[in-house]
């Protein structure tokens, strides 16, 4: 059956084999949609009915977000009679792959697309919206609207980068206008223009309308604007949680920029464990990370310091911010896709620890264990409870009480203890320990966070965590396998005792 092509005019049609009569069984066919660089693709249905299956696995229609080698582009697989969404492409080329098997056929589809550079309808977990021309001056007269389609209950984030327009008091002749919904009769949110970048913009549902028009005269150089929706951008508060890459461990899309804030009360810091990195590789020419890559930064903007930026399949440390707000960012090109990544981290509690020759004195602001009772908070044994002073936790206790005692650590004594912190909910046991630790001589204290420091063991706290299973348990096999190393070592040790063992008895049987 002769099905597929290039399509490359402006607009145009396409449709299953035979339609509107039914399709042929045992069929493959691909269309792919490449307009002007630059512009983007807007596809929309106006029929479907394929065989029904829960996954469709029998007849199915697949929509790519560019080249359809590359899972990271699929936007998409569907069968049954429910009409695809509208799609627009974030790029020049769109592909569209029609599948049948040996049995069950029906009526098939028909589409329409044409060439988009102005508004549209965007569906992936990011993208950018630029004024036409962008960053040449936008024409006169012009008029588009981007309805920014997010999955069911979930909000959109819109950032502007850049923003340069004519300006009056009234914003009433070149403008950009957003609405919380996908309709002008939805709330209005605000207008904009001259020279002001407008702040951040977050939706209440999960559809936005952002509408940019220009009058007959003065033009700017316009406007360039991300938005993030989905589960590629999320503020986390909890004390301790854990994220993955999207559609973990599946491959994620490509051409996304995906944010993740973790901001936790002031003194807090933050420790973060990586379970799993796997992106595309490196660049081969400059060895860095040119292509997808996950950066964090100390902060909660991109213009704060960078803690690291990593890409392939990495075994990280973990890493510990400086402050209480920490930024991951994901950011993905046009192709090479992988499974991606998955991330827990923990709040690392203010705690402050000052010592004597005789004894302890620790302090942690109420504030940021605002939720817990004093006796949630004890050093050794919960009969030394923390007391409330002024605007503190605080336990001070000689060394002789409290669990404390005297160790030898690099030919040095020390004295130590363990602190425990109780976020223990109902059932759920939740503990987390400090060990403190103090050098008499010198009255020097130090606390470190020794509890759910293993990333292995922070798993079992996670609500979200993936079974690894099949290639997704790489980092886990190489834990597990060190210990299976340190196993045979023993083994084979003892294997060579018994033989020599052995020899000597032999021989002295010879010799009587």
């Known amino acids: ?14 449709s299953s084999p035979n339609f509107p009569g039914l399709y042929p069984y045992d069929t493959e066919c691909m269309w792919l949609i490449v307009v002007t660089e630059g512009s983007s693709a807007l596809l929309t249905f106006d029929h479907f009915d394929l065989e029904y299956h829960n996954s469709c696995d029998y007849d199915y ?59 549209g309808v965007l569906t992936g977990l990011s993208g950018v919206i630029t004024s036409p021309h962008y960053p040449e001056n ?126 936790l009360p002031p003194g807090y810091r933050i420790k973060v464990f990586f379970l799993d990195l796997a992106l595309e590789g490196r660049n081969s020419l400059t060895d860095g990370c040119d292509y997808d890559h996950l950066a964090v930064f100390d902060g909660d903007t991109e213009k704060a310091s960078l803690l690291g930026k990593w890409c392939g399949r990495e075994m990280l440390s ?23 990544f998955l991330i827990a981290y923990i709040g690392v509690v203010p705690v402050n620890v000052s010592c004597t020759r005789t004894d302890f004195q620790i302090q942690i602001p109420v504030q940021s264990l605002a939720q817990l009772e004093r006796n949630k908070i004890y050093l050794g044994t919960p009969s030394c409870p923390a007391q409330v002073v002024g605007l503190n936790f605080k336990i001070h206790t000689r060394f002789d009480t409290c669990g404390i005692e005297s160790q030898k650590r690099n030919h040095t004594s020390v004295i130590v203890s363990i602190l425990y912190i109780d976020f223990s909910a109902g059932s759920q046991e939740d503990i987390h320990e400090y060990e403190v630790q103090c050098e008499p001589k010198r009255k020097e204290a130090s606390v470190n966070l020794i509890s ?44 060579i005792l018994a033989g020599i063992l052995m020899v000597i008895a032999v021989v002295g049987l010879v010799l009587l």
Request: glycine share 8%.
């Open 318 to 340: 973990p890493i510990t911010s400086t402050r209480n707000k920490l930024l991951l960012v994901l950011h993905t090109d046009r192709n090479t896709a992988n499974r991606g």
């Open 452 to 495: 759910s420091s293993d990333p292995y063991r922070l798993t079992q706290y996670a609500e979200n965590l993936v079974e690894p299973h099949g290639q997704h348990t790489e980092a886990v096999e190489a834990y597990e396998n060190k210990s299976q190393d340190s196993s045979d070592i023993v083994f084979i040790s003892i294997c």
């Open 61 to 119: 229609l697949k929509i790519y977000n560019g080249f359809s080698e590359d899972e990271g582009n699929l936007l998409g697989k569907f069968c049954g009679k429910s009409s695809p969404p509208q799609f627009t492409s974030s790029w020049h080329v769109m592909s569209i792959i029609f599948h049948s098997d040996k049995h069950v056929a029906s009526q098939g589809f028909s589409a329409a697309y044409r060439k988009d550079v102005c508004g």
């Open 1 to 14: 059956v002769k099905c597929g092509g290039v399509l490359s005019a402006p607009y145009g049609n396409f």
């Open 138 to 263: 936008y024409p006169n007269n012009a008029e588009c609207r981007w309805i920014i389609r997010a999955v069911p209950n979930s909000i959109i984030k819109l950032v502007f980068a850049d923003f340069q327009m004519e300006n009056n008091e009234g914003c009433n002749f070149d403008y950009v206008a957003v609405y919380d919904g996908p309709t002008m009769g939805d709330m209005h949110l605000s207008h904009y223009c001259g020279n002001m970048k407008p702040p951040d913009i977050v939706s209440s549902t999960h559809e936005l309308l952002v509408m940019f028009k220009s009058d007959f005269n003065i033009g700017g150089r316009g406007f360039k604007a991300y938005f993030f929706s989905g589960k590629c951008q999320e503020v986390y508060t909890a004390i301790k949680g854990n994220f993955s890459s999207p559609q973990y461990p599946s491959f994620y899309p490509n051409n996304i920029k995906c944010h993740w804030t973790i901001q």
